[in-house]
């Protein structure tokens, strides 16, 4: 759907976006993560035809961004930073004009805007005056904007930025429905966000691609072993000995919690299932046990890691 | 050019839904009805026909409309970032500055057409004067019409280079007087360029429209403005696509 190779852009002497290379299936839905100022936009802004690139070649919809541009934007629905929209218009009344700009007319437009407005749940403002919404609602006629053509992609650009948490819940219900018709690739800083959204996950990082992966992936390429956390009723040091017998435990640590409750934490050779293992030793000793996981590492422990920020 | 229709449509709906729109058509109505009225008023008892008091100070008006008509054309566009939607929608440049340019020209010769019906209400109220003279009045709309392209496609270019819609507005008042009264600037310079001066000014050819001879050097004059701004238009559109 989407073929990024080597793409450069510069701003004057600023290099902005550095090399970079991905692609995107059909289907799939990307999230593209990383700092403010990390290329993300400039980026999205090139696949959208609305920026050119300095060199590379990019190809959405399996047509080149500056040789087929229209026929490219025509099969795309993107959504800009900000949300820009004509303030004074009503909503059924912009959805008209982008559907007609879009090419679609008649009784297939109006089809396709009611359906537009009932999936983004605008159905109740269509009459109210852009400008008068909240952003929520903005950012929803934004959206249904960019799905009034039943595009083949969505690029979607920070679609959940300066919202309340309601908010923020319902776009990502929206973004979850339209994953199962639509490829998306969305850009955001809110980790969980893409966590919970998104198939697959490239970090940006001062215009160049610093990773990609699912989120399982990322985490596995950061750390070199699994780490399993157990909470038993036993003391440190009968637990330590006992947990470090087991077969593919490399190290463990074991600390006191409050009523005789231990918390050990064991670090295991990569890809090694010992779960069972612990679990059987542990009754094997007759402990009681309250807990028992691996530790995942999140994905905004990956992004620190990779964007170099504070850890 | 489908799209541009669409844009059009667009257009004329951002202008009548602004209440500056109807701010500026009723202070432009005003102005040029009152500069009619002050004429008609101070050359009472003259043989002066009604239609040599209208079209220069419509004209002189015009700069100010379309300025203030033509300044959001892009300028706004840019400032509130909505260029980034319209400019990734399926639309190309010359549907964008064509539209764009029909939008602003309609709203601008809407507001014309009232002042210049004063004319024939005028005519209407006082039986004594003498009729007036249809062809007069229709060379001097002919001027109007042409005057009006032009300022507005200068006016869509300027707008284009700028998001600042002062900016925008006071380079196009500023670049409209030019237009209308540069050549006589360079005609009463003592540079020797008298006849080129003359044909250059759009002011001293009002005159001639008035009686009903329409000029074919300030057809052509504004003509190849027009033609020139709008291509202008185009390729700085579409420089935003170069490196």
Known sequence: MIHVSNLTRRFGRKLAVNNISFDVQRGEVVGFLGPNGAGKTTTMRILACYLPATCGDVRVVGRDVFRDSVEVRRRIGYLPENVPLYHEMRVAEYLVFRASLKGLRGSHRRRRIDWALANCSLTEVRDRIIGNLSKGYRQRVGIADALVHDPDLLILDEPTLGLDPNQIRLIRGLIRKLARRHTILLSSHILSEVEMVCDRVLIMNKGAIAGQGTPEELSGILRGHTCVALEVRAAPDAVHPALSSVPGVLRVTAEPLTGEWTRAVCECEKGREVRASLFHAVVAAGWPMRELHEQRQSLEDVFVQVTGGAP | ?243
């Open chain 2, 1 to 243: 050019m489908r799209n541009a229709g669409v844009l059009w449509r667009r257009e004329m709906a951002a202008l009548f839904l602004s209440p500056a729109a109807y701010v500026i058509a009723a202070i432009f109505l005003l102005a040029a009805g009152g500069s009619l009225l002050l004429g008609v008023s101070q050359n009472s008892g003259r043989a002066i026909p009604p239609q040599a008091l209208l079209f220069e100070p419509l004209c002189a008006w015009l700069t100010v409309l379309t300025a203030t008509v033509t300044m959001r054309l892009f300028a706004d566009e840019k400032k509130s970032g909505t260029i980034e939607t319209l400019m990734t929608a399926p639309v190309t440049d010359t549907e964008v500055v064509v539209g764009k340019y029909a939008g602003a020209l309609t709203f601008v010769l809407l507001c014309c057409a009232p002042v210049v019906a004063c004319l024939y209400l005028l005519d209407f109220m006082s039986p004594g004067i003498r009729g007036l003279d249809t062809g007069a009045v229709a060379g001097g709309c002919v001027f109007v019409f042409l005057f009006s392209a032009m300022s507005v496609a200068v006016g869509e270019v300027i707008s284009l280079t700028t998001r600042n819609q002062i900016v925008a507005a006071i380079t196009t008042l500023f670049t409209l007087w030019i237009l209308l009264l540069g050549g006589w600037l360079l005609a009463a310079l003592p540079l020797g360029l008298a006849g080129i001066g003359s044909d250059l000014s759009l002011a001293a050819h009002i005159e001639a429209f008035e009686r009903g001879v329409v000029d074919t050097r300030a057809v052509v004059l504004c003509a190849s403005i027009t033609a020139f701004s709008l291509f202008a238009c185009v390729r700085l559109l579409e420089t935003r696509r170069w490196n």
